[in-house]
């Protein structure tokens, strides 16, 4: 599913998925035309022509006014109708609201989109004064905070070197070995400085990790107590919604 080789991608087809992923994020949804061209390194006229095919599409809105580019409405459209044929989210949105009023703390799940990157699919806010707020479509790293380590400590060892090449050392290798013991992942100020994050995996019908579910919050709120009391309910949650949704939990996962 996430094979490197690149002789299969149409060059076209990649800068226009492109140009969606970076109007698709916070900081950059509304952009003129040349900071999409220098962000992008893609040439003037092939990124005029993509803008002007995305458009005719509705996939990319042009406001003359601000002289601005940002996601087009028929997106709207696409994200309702993949929304319904996913069921596994009506699944998955259910544990998470159950997790989010027992934690108080906004809970995440996250799907992984490329072999060393992950990305927020459904979220429940925190309805507490302070929380922490996420962007679905936001995009991280995959050896980074709990939700990384939950993937990586599932990989296969070569995999693992390749998308986590900055982190593959002893310790790194003994906390994954932990993570598969414990069922569950943790993390401080990993990802964000002073941010705290509980994950723990949901697998799919090959018994590999399809998803990762996780509570966050500031610091205060997850002292190390609460974190082994979240991540064993996050555990015992994502097992849940593994056999939910069909999906094959692993022999040596504690349940």
């Known amino acids: 599913m996430f094979d490197n080789d690149d002789k299969y991608i149409v060059p076209s087809v990649k800068q226009a998925v492109e140009i969606l992923h970076l109007l698709s994020r916070t900081q950059h949804q509304n952009k003129k035309f040349g900071?999409?061209?220098d962000i992008l390194n893609i040439p003037r006229t092939t990124t005029m022509r993509l803008l002007r095919t995305l458009?005719?599409?509705?996939?990319?809105?042009?406001?003359?006014?601000s002289q601005t580019y940002s996601l087009g409405p028929y997106l709207v459209i696409l994200g309702a109708r993949a929304t319904e044929f996913l069921d596994y989210l009506g699944i998955v949105r259910k544990h998470l609201s159950q997790i989010q009023q027992v934690t108080g703390l906004t809970s995440?799940?996250?799907?992984?989109?490329?072999?060393?990157?992950?990305?927020?699919?459904?979220?429940?806010?925190?309805?507490n004064f302070v929380h922490v707020t996420v962007s679905l479509g936001q995009q991280f790293p995959i050896d980074r905070g709990s939700f990384g380590k939950v993937f990586c400590a599932y990989l296969e060892d070569e995999e693992l070197k390749e998308v986590a090449s900055s982190r593959y050392n002893e310790p790194f290798i003994a906390e994954l070995k932990e993570i598969r013991k414990l069922g569950y992942a943790t993390s401080k100020g990993e990802q964000v400085d002073g941010i705290s994050g509980v994950a723990a995996p949901i697998f799919g019908p090959d018994g590999q990790v399809f998803l990762?579910?996780?509570c966050i919050g500031v610091m205060e709120q997850l002292p190390?107590?609460?974190?082994?009391?979240?991540?064993e309910l996050l555990r015992d949650k994502g097992i849940r919604i593994?056999?939910?949704?069909?999906?094959?939990?692993?022999k040596?996962?504690?349940?």
């Open 35 to 37: 900071e999409i061209m």
């Open 212 to 214: 990762a579910i996780s």
């Open 55 to 65: 458009i005719s599409y509705g996939l990319v809105y042009y406001d003359e006014r």
């Open 108 to 127: 995440v799940a996250a799907q992984r989109i490329r072999r060393d990157r992950l990305t927020y699919l459904v979220k429940e806010e925190s309805r």
């Open 224 to 231: 190390s107590s609460k974190m082994i009391e979240y991540g």
């Open 252 to 255: 040596y996962v504690n349940s």
């Open 242 to 250: 593994t056999q939910e949704i069909g999906g094959v939990v692993p």
